[in-house]
């Protein structure tokens, strides 16, 4: 009997110690910012998103991260994570896109075991319920048809725009999937996908503050937890080459026209040519900036709607912030320039002043002016992009995707080296006039349609006096040629944009 009991505690013991060699041998991927803040700030990021859903169940990607974000664990029903979560102040958020899913959130120190008590618990050990699938499910079929279709019309045209580019392709519905798909998706099928990519090797572990080293060992272990697996690896075939000017007409009940066109470009941030093609990018169109050259021909001269810029990176959610998100990132880009709504008789005239002063820039370049003005900017204001620790976080998990160093300092020290000559010669390798992908959201589409296809001057009338020089500009611009054919240009109903 004794030597029975001898030999079970030495198997106890052995297993005990195999476990602890497993976790100690387990290389989880971190990215660590240790400081003096009380605050904590997790970003728990998987390399996995909707560009992995399975033909016919676009959408399960962003429905398994809503029932981490939005639903319950095994020990925790999402009600009482709530009532929980409300005296610390503090979430648990997730963001989805094409190749990345990232969890994100908050908490003092004093509550921090909590807190991550709770984190842990939901993409650990999932409660996986029905009520909550249904309702994460019937969340993101009403945004798509509601929030999205029926209530953004400039999101709207930006992801038609997404679409109609990527068709075919991966990156070819919207990250909250498709309504038909959404429509017929089980849970099931979210388990599934969070059973064969929710992997250790496609983790990493973003964590900043003053923790203990011992609590972020802590984490290594636990979610070591979760199957090893393999990176997955997501193999992209370029999306379709645009051959001339191709509009998509989104035929919709609304009082003014959105407008958004661009084309796929060959490079992301880990290309040598970028930070070139960032600083083009922001004297052409810096997000909400007053200073950037398509808001000063559209809005400020000829006071035609808010706003218009351009974008060399996934911008989603842009008439709600300032500056863009972390953890977008993505192998495939486009160049997209945004013209906010205008009124519908403008609607030819405006796309006509972009395009005019796209060409003018591939053409004549920027002026050393211009390249120096932009360049002393955007030195200065890259800081702002990481002013609190989540940004900092999630920047410095967007560098190790891309594989470059600190995000403020490479792109400092970048700026630094650019000649005007490097920018002109990028604007000419990259950026081009001739292959691009319109859509309009408008009222009167059939209208429109005529207007494009027969490339009618649309001349523009103001409620004010304007200088001569500009009125002269005008005149060679309201004929400016769109060389489309009539059958590039289609009209949809919104209810079909995310329909399939």
Excluded at 198 to 205: D, F, K, M, P, S
Aim: glycine share 6%; aromatic share 10%.
């Amino acid at each position: 009997m004794k030597r029975r009991f001898f030999f079970e505690v030495i198997v106890c013991m052995l297993t005990a110690i195999n476990a602890i060699n497993a976790t100690a041998n387990t290389k989880m991927e971190t990215v660590e910012i240790k400081n003096s803040s009380p605050l904590i700030t997790f970003r728990i990021l998987f390399n996995v998103g909707p560009a992995l859903d399975p033909a016919g169940k676009e959408g399960v990607a962003s429905l398994t991260a809503a029932m981490f974000s939005r639903g319950g664990s095994a020990t925790m029903t999402y009600d009482k994570i709530i009532e929980a979560m409300y005296p610390m102040a503090a979430s648990i958020n997730a963001q989805v896109d094409q190749e990345m899913t990232v969890f994100y959130g908050t908490t003092h120190l004093d509550n921090l075991e909590a807190y991550y008590k709770i984190m842990s618990g939901v993409l650990l050990n999932p409660g996986w319920r029905e009520e909550d699938f249904t309702r994460v499910r019937t969340d993101a079929i009403n945004f798509l048809k509601v929030n999205l279709s029926g209530n953004n019309d400039e999101e709207l045209g930006k992801e038609a725009l997404y679409r109609t580019i990527y068709a075919g392709h991966p990156y070819g519905h919207e990250n909250t999937g498709t309504i038909s798909a959404l429509e017929k998706m089980t849970l099931d099928d979210v388990k599934d996908f969070y059973k064969q990519y929710y992997t250790q090797a496609n983790l990493v572990i973003g964590i900043a503050g003053n923790y203990s080293p011992a609590f972020l060992e802590k984490m290594k272990t636990d979610f070591a937890k979760l199957p090893a697996g393999t990176r997955t690896k997501i193999n992209l075939a370029q999306p379709k080459p645009v051959k001339g000017l191709h509009m998509q007409l989104v035929k919709k009940e609304t009082r003014a026209t959105a407008i958004s066109f661009g084309a796929p470009i060959a490079i992301n941030r880990s290309h040598p040519d970028w930070v070139a093609l960032w600083l083009v990018r922001s004297y052409l169109g810096e997000h909400r900036s007053s200073n950037s050259h398509l808001y000063q021909r559209i809005r400020e001269v000829r006071g035609m709607n808010y706003g218009d810029y351009a974008y060399i990176e996934y911008f989603p959610r842009g008439m709600f912030q300032f500056q863009p998100d972390a953890n977008l990132c993505r192998q495939q880009q486009i160049f997209q320039v945004w013209i906010r709504p205008v009124e519908p008789q403008n609607a030819l005239f405006a796309t006509r002043v972009a395009m005019f002063e796209l060409k003018k820039l591939i053409d004549k370049g920027m002026t050393k002016e211009d390249f120096e003005a932009t360049r002393n900017f955007l030195s200065k204001n890259v800081n702002v992009l990481v002013k609190t620790q989540d940004q900092q976080l999630g920047y410095a998990l967007d560098s190790k995707y891309y594989g470059i160093p600190e995000f403020t300092s490479y792109v400092r020290s970048s700026l630094a080296k650019l000649s005007m000559d490097e920018v002109n010669r990028v604007i000419k390798k990259y950026l081009q006039a001739e292959n691009l992908h319109f859509v309009f959201v408008t009222k009167d589409a059939e209208g429109l349609k005529e207007k494009l296809a027969t490339n009618a001057p649309s001349p523009i009338t103001y409620n004010a006096a304007k200088p001569d020089d500009l009125l002269a500009e005008d005149k060679i611009i309201e004929k400016y040629m769109l060389p489309v054919k009539a059958e590039a240009i289609i009209i949809v109903p919104v209810e079909e944009v995310f329909l399939k």
